[in-house]
């Protein structure tokens, strides 16, 4: 027993690792935007009297974090001027990225959606494209600053920082706004007050960058000063993709399917949610509440229990677990459209939601650390993170239209049945792993999923 108790105490103990602690507040910097132009707008926007198809519709920004391998492999290799020559390339690109979205985000505060939700979905779509570029640098940030082995409990503070943030985004969000709106002001200027203070907790970002130092990167990641043009582009766009299906063969099929759709579930119903609680009569308080105590708790234990169990059962076990707690959850949202005004059920059904997506969340992105080469990070881990979320934020574009047409029960179980073909591909690329390993004890050198 004691034997035992050691060894969870030497898995636990990665977790004071300074690179690990140095991700926790990046992970917050990263899980800012996301509410912040989806499920919280979502609920500002219900509240200005938007309909529920050009809310669901409006959510297509956050295709910008489907689409940033298009100008990853340029965040990959260009400088920015000035500052990459002092900061570094990761860091010179983390700290462009995080200023423009605190400018992105007090623009939002000063636009009505009321009087010009035309200014609101650009700065929407410009908010996403900032956040999905930070993501960007600082996936490869992490890769670059650790073996395959530490990811895992990289990725369990990364993620309690970036959830923490989503909650802050979230419920910190309604609750600043409800408080404003206690005090007096307008529900224009409520908002206003909250996406403020939302855009000075993006601050938090840089000032991390500035106390942290650059990655060391793997030799021979920069094309020659020398090259011409078309060389320039082929190593920096062309070479990182060729590289994965080269090393994966007809197998990254089966990934890429994987990685396509296992977020499915939660991402589909998540734009739903804030209208979905409006529309239940649960106010603002009232949700910020559970989402802040409850959500917390269940977040911070999903994270750091997806990262423990991956370190002790595997990541591909782990994979299925959070297959089966994402897609299950999404039936108590179902079974919470037939009680109504449920407080209480709505912790437990929030508390179940935030501890299963913790647990995915780390398990799968590990899985996908452990796919990257770490010659391409940047671009490879921006390909397999956009496929992650490029179909289920399209299919979520037409949730309005979904809900207006099922209804919020209908809806909801309908995103749970999403779920099932993910755990056949998660078995799947079980297999093909297997295969892979089996394949490199006999010939060294051979990838492993």
Not at 38 to 54: H, I, M, Q
Not at 144 to 151: A, D, F, I, T, W
Not at 295 to 305: D, K, N, Q, R, S
Request: aromatic share 12%; glycine share 10%.
């Amino acid at each position: 027993m004691t034997r035992i108790w050691e060894k969870w105490g030497q898995a636990l103990a990665i977790y004071r690792h300074p690179i690990a602690v140095r991700m926790f507040f990046l992970g917050f910097s990263s899980g800012l935007p996301l509410l912040l132009v989806l499920g919280t707008l979502s609920f500002w926007l219900r509240e200005a009297g938007v309909d529920l198809r050009t809310i669901g519709f409006m959510s297509w920004a956050g295709l910008c974090w489907g689409l940033k391998w298009v100008w990853a492999p340029f965040v990959d290799r260009l400088p920015v001027p000035f500052l990459t020559r002092r900061l570094g390339r990761r860091r010179a690109w983390l700290l462009t990225a995080q200023v423009a979205l605190f400018v992105v985000l007090a623009a939002m505060a000063f636009t009505n959606p009321e009087e010009n939700l035309g200014l609101m979905a650009v700065l929407a779509v410009a908010c996403a494209f900032c956040g999905a570029t930070q993501d960007v640098v600082l996936d490869a940030y992490r890769i670059e600053s650790g073996g395959e082995k530490e990811q895992a409990a990289f990725l369990a503070t990364y993620q309690t920082g970036y959830r923490l943030a989503m909650i802050w985004s979230g419920a910190g969000t309604l609750a600043i706004a409800a408080g404003a709106e206690i005090a007096g002001a307008t529900t224009f200027e409520a908002w206003r007050t909250a996406y403020l203070v939302m855009a000075a907790s993006v601050l938090a970002g840089p000032v991390t960058v500035l106390l942290s130092p650059e990655p060391r990167l793997a030799p021979g990641t920069l094309p020659a000063p020398a090259q011409g043009l078309r060389d320039w582009l082929y190593s920096a766009v062309c070479l990182p993709f060729l590289d994965f299906f080269r090393r994966f063969g007809w197998q990254a099929v089966v990934i890429l399917l994987l990685i396509a759709t296992y977020r499915i579930s939660d991402v589909v119903m998540g734009v739903m949610a804030n209208p979905f609680y409006a529309d239940l009569g649960f106010t603002k308080e009232e949700v910020a509440a559970v989402s802040k105590v409850f959500g917390v708790v269940m977040t911070l234990a999903g994270a750091f229990v997806g990262g423990v169990v991956s370190l002790r059962i595997g990541v591909m076990r782990t994979l299925l677990l959070g297959a089966v707690l994402s897609a299950a959850t999404n039936l108590l949202f179902a079974a919470l459209s037939l009680r109504g005004h449920d407080l209480a059920f709505l912790v437990m059904t929030v508390s179940a939601d935030n501890l299963a997506a913790g647990i995915a969340s780390v398990a799968f992105l590990a899985y996908l650390s452990g796919l990257t080469n770490v010659a391409y990070s940047a671009t490879q881990y921006a390909l397999f993170s956009s496929v992650m979320l490029i179909l289920p934020k399209f299919l979520a574009g037409f949730s309005g239209v979904a809900v207006e047409a099922l209804g919020y029960g209908g809806f909801f179980t309908a995103t749970a049945c999403l779920g099932i073909p993910v755990l056949l591909l998660v078995l799947a690329a079980g297999a093909v792993r297997r295969r892979l390993q089996e394949k490199a004890r006999v010939s060294p050198g051979c990838p492993q999923s």
